[in-house]
């Protein structure tokens, strides 16, 4: 099971942090993955991580200002946004999956949280 929070509404270069509390079996291989989504459109590849902490992953319109990375204690993923833009605006999501294959594609995780929401104002 999957809890995201931290959204909220914040100015253009801001930093907000994202959390995702899991809680439940996971394997070291499993991967915990971020997606955003906004009205009309697909689910958007943002970061993902291997359980283990070994493999992260950040898509390219990320890479650089976000960071995900994982308190293995409090078995909680975070997302790191800094220098955020207006094209950030989203409701985000994090989720998981069995194994490491195609971890951008949405449809490959079996397990949601419910979304937390990002406003980013210019």
């Known amino acids: 099971q999957l809890q995201a929070s931290g959204g909220g509404s914040v100015q253009a270069g801001s930093s907000l942090t994202l959390s995702c509390a899991a809680s439940?079996?996971?394997?070291?291989?499993?991967?915990i993955g971020w997606f955003r989504q906004t009205p009309g459109t697909e689910r958007e590849y943002v970061a993902a991580?291997?359980?283990?902490?070994?493999?992260?992953l950040h898509a390219p319109a990320v890479k650089g200002r976000f960071t995900i990375a994982k308190d293995n204690v409090k078995n909680t993923v975070y997302l790191r946004m800094d220098n955020l833009e207006p094209e950030d605006t989203a409701v985000y999501y994090c989720a998981l999956k069995a194994g490491m294959l195609r971890y951008t594609q949405y449809e490959m995780y079996r397990s949601w949280g419910q979304g937390t929401e990002l406003t980013v104002s210019s």
């Open positions: 439940g079996p996971i394997g070291s291989t499993d991967m």
């Open positions: 991580m291997t359980w283990s902490g070994n493999t992260r």
